[in-house]
């Protein structure tokens, strides 16, 4: 039923980057406490997004996030500016967590889940973004010679900043990018979702582990088939298999581009902090149609 068709660049390439995301558990609490004290926004009242389509029809995959200013419409407010109090303070937050790095890689990975101090555990997804090109800290931390592009690792970024503490706050501030999270609710007893024990990505349905990809929607398309072949983690072993194009995120751009979902828990974790690898995609497309070019 389908036909694959390989997914190049435009100067014809066809091997590109596959990393590496997941779930994360982070301890946590609703309400701010001397040992919970950094904070998971939610959406500002004040942020804004402008759909620029209707003025520029060129532009309808672009969006702006904006605040206002008197009559001024301004660029919404960068990562440092909202960790020094730029947003309102009555600002709702969605839950508070001891680490500022572990928030910045929850900030990555688009969702997880917190632990809160009876034991339960609420679920946090993507809920919106302040508008700000995302930055790696970890090529920030490899431009100045700090990790190498070999070691360069969730694991060690976080071992750089046990070394450095002095030094975290100003290598967060080199990423702009701020993400807001929602609690998401669990899903309802005997649906579909109820089935995946995942996250929801950017199509609304629960990720599958080792089964799902995040992808840049303008070059394949949400909820394609793909076949994925890259190698294991700091590995020459094969990693091949049908995948599905369920997510995005803002370090994905480009054709031959993929974030491979690890799943939940510290495992996952090690292996998609540790995922940097070449692969190549297919896109399997209903037979007797041609995807778009």
Do not use: C
Not at 64 to 83: D, F, H, K, Q, S
Not at 239 to 257: F, K, N, P, Y
Request: proline share 9%; no cysteine.
């Amino acid at each position: 039923h389908f036909t694959p068709w390989s997914v190049a660049f435009p100067d014809g390439r066809t091997t590109g980057l596959v990393t590496g995301y997941y779930e994360p558990l982070l301890v946590g609490s609703r309400s701010k406490t001397p040992a919970f004290a950094v904070p998971l926004h939610a959406p500002p009242d004040d942020l804004y997004t402008v759909e620029l389509a209707s003025l520029y029809p060129e532009l309808k995959d672009k969006r702006v996030r904006a605040r206002v200013e008197g009559r001024r419409v301004l660029p919404y407010w960068t990562r440092a500016e909202i960790e020094r109090g730029a947003i309102p303070a009555d600002a709702a937050v969605v839950a508070y967590v001891a680490d500022p790095l572990d928030a910045a890689f929850l900030q990555i990975q688009g969702s997880g889940r917190v632990e809160l101090p009876d034991g339960r555990v609420m679920r946090v997804g993507y809920a919106d973004q302040n508008g700000h090109p995302f930055r790696s800290i970890g090529r920030v931390l490899i431009d100045r010679g700090e990790l190498t592009r070999d070691n360069a690792s969730m694991q060690s970024i976080k071992a750089w900043a046990r070394r450095n503490p002095d030094k975290l706050e100003a290598l967060l501030d080199e990423n702009p990018s701020y993400v807001f999270f929602r609690e998401v609710p669990p899903p309802a007893p005997g649906t579909i979702d109820a089935t995946i024990d995942g996250p929801y990505g950017s199509l609304g349905v629960p990720l599958l582990a080792e089964r799902a990809i995040a992808v840049d929607a303008r070059a394949i398309p949400l909820g394609a088939p793909v076949f994925l072949a890259t190698t294991w983690p700091l590995s020459d072993t094969k990693l091949e298999r049908l995948v599905m194009a369920q997510d995005t995120g803002g370090a994905i751009r480009g054709s031959v581009r993929a974030d491979y979902f690890w799943g939940f828990g510290d495992e996952a974790g090690r292996e998609a902090g540790r995922m940097r690898q070449d692969g190549s995609l297919w896109l399997l497309w209903p037979v007797g149609r041609t995807p778009r070019r």
